[in-house]
Each structure stands twice: as structure tokens, then as C-alpha cells.
């Protein structure tokens, strides 16, 4: 079948096998609570992929891995939306580290070579609360900083060898600004509690993480610019866009199986089948496009606006091939299998991911029509 065989061909290219074990492992499984997805991934070095080659990781631009992630949600949404996580803490790694004489780069090297998974503790899931909001508080006693606090949900919380987190440290003129934290999950009051309480992406390993006054070493301090207001500055803006895009990839992977389903069903109606593969092959495109700008170096505001675009007429794009699929489907498939009923209820998830589009609403109006800066409340 044509249909995915780019994105499952860059899959064997970069990360060979994964595929392979992916496909022969029922979806009920992959997605159950301790699931075999995440350890495949390692099993394949996938937490290398974004890591540069002068590093000893693959090296993977956005467009390598928008097509990575649909295919790993096509098989496993769990295991997308999971590595999304971790994909996002190393991208906004590498732009660290090319902007820094920092030991970044030391850091991008031992996930490489020793397969190490990175937790995102940001301000995600809190209801009220923006994405650049510290989920934590701190205290500093002399050079050291000490972290308390909860994320919740985390996803990899039980895979993961450090958790990214943020953090108000004083800047040069006493006003508070954003860092970022990495954690080792075996430091002293470090813990990971029940939270994750559906079935559906319980595969992602989102639980709580606890924070009790865990101390933080210097080295995996990495300081912004980034103040109250929301304003972003370039890591950030790198960061959202890789977040954004790669988030959306992967829902659109969850969809692209309802649609692959579709494809192979003999009975389905031809004109369905064909308006849902150009939905989905839509969405793909205007992620290629925002791949190719990224690609040319000067990701700005504008390019973060685009994903933030693309993220949304996605969310849209999805609803809509959902219902035609699992309509065209039929009654007997969704009687017959639990596949199409949890896909269908995968794909909805991805308008719970910040900002959402109310969020959104007023800063995206302020930006287009010149009044501020885009912010993310």
C-alpha cells in the first residue's frame, strides 16, 4: 500500500526494525499501561534521533522527524506522544547548545550513546496555568537550587532517565526569569505516584512526578531570557515550533491508521475513502511546508505562529476524518474490534495540548493585527 509507506520508510531508515516489532504487536497492547512501545524505542536508539552526528546521534531535522512521529502513531499513539515529549526536550537541547559555551553538548552526547529518555515537567496539563509557568517552585541557598513541586501528567514517568523542568531564577536586574532544570530521576526526593487513571494513552506513561526539595547541580541549569510577560526568545520559539509540529504529526499518525483501515476495507465507499486520505495528506503537507522553513535556519515568530496554524486546522481536519471513517467503517468493525473505538478517542486528545486554541485566541489577534508580540499565556 502506498498509503504511509514514506512515512514507515523513513521509520526503517533512520530507526531500523522498530517498525517491524511495532506492527506485529496488537494495539491493545502496545497501549496498555507498561506496554512494550517505550522499551522498543530505546531497544531501536530512538532517543538519539535529534541528536546531532558530531554528537553521535542521527542527526534527524523536522521533516525526518514529522515523518517518524505519524508513523509511530499510526502503530502506537502511546509511543508518539510520548517520544513527542522527549524530542521536544532535546530540540530545545540542541538550540541550547548552539548558542551557548555551556556543557549542553555533553549532555546531547550521553543520550545518544546511552539511550537516555528526557520527561518534559512543564507547566502542561494545569488547568488556568500557561505553558511557560513554572509547574515548581524554587529556593536557592547560596549557589544551589532546590526544586518542589508536581507535574502531572508526565509523560515517561516510569522510563525516564532525566526530567526537563521550569523554573523563575533572578536574572542580572533582580527580575525573575525562566530556566530550565534537568533532573536525574534517581535524585533523592524524586518520586512518581498513580495519576493516569483512562485507558486511552495509558501506554505514555503520564503519571505524576513529586518534587521534595531536589537539588539541581549547576551544570544542568539552563538559563533564558524569558520573563513573566510570555514573550518568547529564540529556544523557546525553536522549542514550540518542534513541539507544535511534532505534536500534531503524531495524532495525524493515530488518524492515518483509522484511514489505512478505510483503505483496506473492500466494501468502503470510494469517494469516502478518497476525501479522507486528502484530509490527512493535507495536514501532511502544511507540516512538510513548516519543516521546509525550519529547515532554512531563521525560525522566528511568524514560523511558530505557522505551527500554532497548522496545529489548529489539524485539530479540525482530524474530527472530521474520524467521523467519516468510523461511519464508513460500520457498525460490525467497531462491534468486532476495540481498535477503531480507541483510535477514535486517541485522536481527540490532541486539542488537550497547550496552548489551546481558546488560550490562543486574543495573543494570535494581537499579533496579526501588529498590537504586541506573540505571547503564550
Known amino acids: 500500500m502506498r498509503f504511509l509507506q514514506r512515512e514507515r520508510t523513513v521509520l526503517e531508515r533512520v530507526l531500523p526494525g522498530l517498525d517491524e516489532h511495532l506492527a506485529g504487536t496488537p494495539l491493545a497492547d502496545l497501549e496498555a499501561a507498561g506496554g512494550p512501545g517505550v522499551k522498543l524505542f530505546r531497544d531501536a536508539d530512538g532517543p ?21 512521529q505519524r508513523a509511530l502513531g499510526s502503530r502506537s499513539p502511546s509511543l508518539a506522544v510520548a517520544t513527542t515529549m522527549h524530542h521536544f526536550s532535546v530540540a530545545s537541547m540542541v538550540e541550547a547548545a548552539a548558542a551557548s559555551n555551556g556543557m549542553e553538548w555533553l549532555l546531547l552526547a550521553a543520550i ?26 524554587a529556593r536557592t541557598e547560596g549557589d544551589k537550587v532546590f526544586l518542589s513541586g508536581s507535574k502531572k501528567p508526565c509523560s515517561l514517568a516510569h522510563s525516564m532517565n532525566l526530567l526537563t ?8 536586574d533582580g527580575t525573575d526569569r525562566l530556566a530550565f532544570a534537568l533532573i536525574p530521576a534517581e535524585s533523592p526526593g524524586l518520586s512518581v505516584r498513580p495519576f493516569w487513571g483512562s485507558p486511552v494513552l495509558a501506554g505514555a506513561e503520564s503519571e505524576e512526578v513529586v518534587l521534595d526539595d531536589v537539588e539541581v547541580p549547576e551544570e544542568l541549569l539552563v538559563r533564558t531570557d524569558v520573563t513573566a510577560d510570555g514573550r518568547l526568545d529564540q529556544l523557546q520559539t525553536v522549542g514550540f515550533v518542534w513541539f507544535e509540529a511534532l505534536m500534531t504529526a503524531s495524532y495525524l499518525g493515530a488518524a492515518s491508521a483509522l484511514v489505512e483501515r478505510l483503505l483496506r476495507d473492500a466494501r468502503a465507499d470510494a469517494t469516502v475513502a478518497a476525501e479522507a486520505v486528502t484530509s490527512v495528506e493535507t495536514v501532511a503537507l ?5 519543516a521546509a522553513e525550519v529547515a532554512g535556519g531563521n525560525v522566528t515568530e511568524d514560523t511558530l505562529t505557522r505551527s500554532l496554524m497548522c496545529r489548529y486546522s489539524a485539530q479540525d481536519t482530524i474530527g472530521r476524518v474520524l467521523s467519516l471513517c468510523v461511519e464508513a467503517l460500520g457498525g460490525m468493525a467497531f462491534i468486532g474490534s476495540g481498535d477503531i473505538a480507541y483510535l477514535n478517542s486517541a485522536c481527540r486528545a490532541l486539542s488537550f495540548h497547550p496552548p489551546s486554541r481558546a488560550r490562543m ?15 503564550i499565556p
Do not use: C, M, W
Not at 558530531?54 to 521533516?63: N, S, V
Open 112 to 137: 545518544a550513546k546511552d539511550n537516555l529518555l528526557l520527561a518534559s515537567g512543564f507547566a502542561e496539563g494545569r488547568t488556568g496555568q500557561g505553558i511557560l509557568s513554572p509547574s515548581l517552585t
Open 286 to 290: 502544511g507540516l512538510d511546508g513548516l
Open 361 to 375: 485566541a486574543a495573543p494570535l489577534t494581537e499579533y496579526f493585527t501588529g498590537h504586541a508580540p506573540l505571547r
Open 48 to 68: 538519539g534521533l535529534l541528536v546531532p552526528a558530531e554528537h553521535g546521534g542521527r542527526g534527524a531535522d523536522l521533516r525526518t522527524a514529522l515523518n517518524v
Open 165 to 172: 523542568a521550569s523554573l523563575p531564577l533572578p536574572g542580572p
